[in-house]
Nanobody
Framework: QVHLAESGGGLVPAGGSLRLSCVASGRAFTKYALGWWRHPLDNEREREFVAVISSSGDNTRYADSVKGRFTISRDNAKNTVYLQMNSLKPMDTAVYYC?????????????????WGQGTQVTVSS
């Protein structure tokens, strides 16, 4: 069992930055790949993949829409995964979720994630 708790969301103007954090409690944190997903507030799109980092931290993958702007990282000593978001755009407005997957690879399928946090809201004003 893994419990995930996100923080760091808020309101930011376009072009600004935020850093999201997700602290995990439970066992075997280092065995999980950790991902960030988001659900836009307009509800016109489904929950979408943002970024994932492998259990070792050696491999990452990003959605095309955030490449070059967002960076995912993890600190296994602190049981924490981060999402640094720069050059934010109004289209990034969403509830952001942290998720844990026991799949070894950097999976982008939501069905590979067994545990999800409650989410933190990010609003980017134009």
């Amino acid at each position: 069992q893994v419990h995930l708790a996100e923080s760091g969301g808020g309101l930011v103007p376009a072009g600004g930055s935020l850093r999201l954090s997700c602290v995990a409690s439970g066992r075997a944190f280092t065995k999980y790949a950790l991902g960030w997903w988001r659900h836009p507030l307009d509800n016109e799109r489904e929950r979408e993949f943002v970024a994932v980092i492998s259990s070792s931290g050696d491999n990452t993958r990003y959605a095309d829409s955030v490449k070059g702007r967002f960076t995912i990282s993890r600190d296994n000593a602190k049981n924490t995964v981060y999402l640094q978001m720069n050059s934010l755009k109004p289209m990034d407005t969403a509830v952001y979720y942290c998720a844990a997957s026991p799949v070894f690879a950097t999976t982008t399928s939501r069905y590979d994630y067994d545990y999800w946090g409650q989410g933190t809201q990010v609003t980017v004003s134009s």
